[in-house]
């Protein structure tokens, strides 16, 4: 025989709203703290994945099997990657004073937005242009395939953050044009999309840290 606490399933547990009871909605610190820790926990979360391509540079480096780490032929264009590394810094301080501007109630900030956006989609189609011009592949030694895997993979996140910040933006630019009524909407929409633009503007930042580690890296050293 089933108890008196099992008589119901366990969703049903939950006393019912009384008719006519308006229940308030979440309080936006709430979703503020979540999206601050959360793009944190993402920062870190990236360190581990792309920690994981340094060691193995260093690591096949230092082993050099066969002498095959880099073969002579294995160059990769300087100047397309100096663009590259170029458009991740320019963009990431774009969108740093956007935010500021943002803090401050400064209706302009969509501008350095957009500029910082647009720089980064000119550093994807930079490293897309890189695969086609190189004379490698990533057999083509150890090096080869670490400069394969960081890119390819660091293109993908960075194409990711970019939607990101776009959805933010794209946010901004459809409150202003459709105002929220008096009743029955969000009557301070920028309180709302705050909390989603610092978020992904710090981990855009710390991104494009990485994308300037990985430049020095495969480029330089």
Same mark, same amino acid.
């Given at each position: 025989?089933?108890?008196?606490?099992?008589?119901?399933?366990?969703?049903?547990?939950?006393?019912?709203?009384?008719?006519?009871?308006?229940?308030?909605?979440?309080?936006?610190?709430?979703?503020?703290?979540?999206?601050?820790?959360?793009?944190?926990?993402?920062?870190?979360?990236?360190?581990?994945?792309?920690?994981?391509?340094?060691?193995?540079?260093?690591?096949?480096?230092?082993?050099?099997?066969?002498?095959?780490?880099?073969?002579?032929?294995?160059?990769?264009?300087?100047?397309?990657?100096?663009?590259?590394?170029?458009?991740?810094?320019?963009?990431?301080?774009?969108?740093?004073?956007?935010?500021?501007?943002?803090?401050?109630?400064?209706?302009? %900030?969509?501008?350095? !937005?957009? *500029? /910082? =956006?647009?720089?980064?989609? +000119?550093?994807?189609? #930079?490293?897309?242009?890189?695969?086609?011009?190189?004379?490698?592949?990533?057999?083509?030694?150890?090096?080869?395939?670490?400069?394969?895997?960081?890119?390819?993979?660091?293109?993908?996140?960075?194409?990711?953050?970019?939607?990101?910040?776009?959805?933010?933006?794209?946010?901004?630019?459809?409150?202003?044009?459709?105002?929220?009524?008096?009743?029955?909407?969000?009557?301070?929409?920028?309180?709302?999309?705050?909390?989603?633009?610092?978020?992904?503007?710090?981990? %855009?930042?710390?991104? !494009?840290? *990485? /994308? =300037?580690?990985?430049?020095? +890296?495969?480029?330089? #050293?």
């Amino acid at each position: 025989m089933a108890l008196p606490h099992e008589e119901k399933p366990l969703g049903l547990q939950i006393p019912a709203v009384p008719l006519g009871a308006e229940i308030p909605p979440e309080p936006p610190d709430v979703g503020a703290r979540a999206l601050s820790v959360a793009a944190r926990l993402l920062a870190g979360a990236s360190v581990f994945f792309f920690l994981a391509f340094v060691f193995a540079y260093f690591y096949l480096r230092s082993l050099n099997v066969q002498h095959m780490w880099k073969p002579a032929h294995v160059k990769p264009e300087q100047g397309l990657g100096a663009a590259f590394a170029a458009c991740i810094l320019l963009s990431a301080l774009a969108m740093f004073v956007a935010g500021r501007q943002f803090k401050r109630g400064e209706g302009a %900030w969509t501008v350095p !937005a957009g *500029i /910082g =956006l647009g720089l980064g989609l +000119v550093a994807i189609a #930079l490293q897309c242009v890189e695969y086609t011009v190189q004379k490698f592949g990533p057999t083509d030694g150890a090096y080869a395939s670490v400069f394969c895997a960081w890119t390819g993979t660091y293109l993908l996140a960075a194409l990711g953050t970019m939607y990101w910040l776009e959805t933010n933006i794209a946010s901004e630019l459809r409150a202003r044009r459709e105002p929220a009524h008096s009743e029955g909407d969000i009557k301070d929409p920028d309180r709302l999309i705050a909390p989603g633009i610092d978020a992904a503007v710090f981990y %855009w930042g710390f991104l !494009a840290a *990485i /994308g =300037l580690l990985m430049w020095v +890296v495969l480029y330089l #050293l």
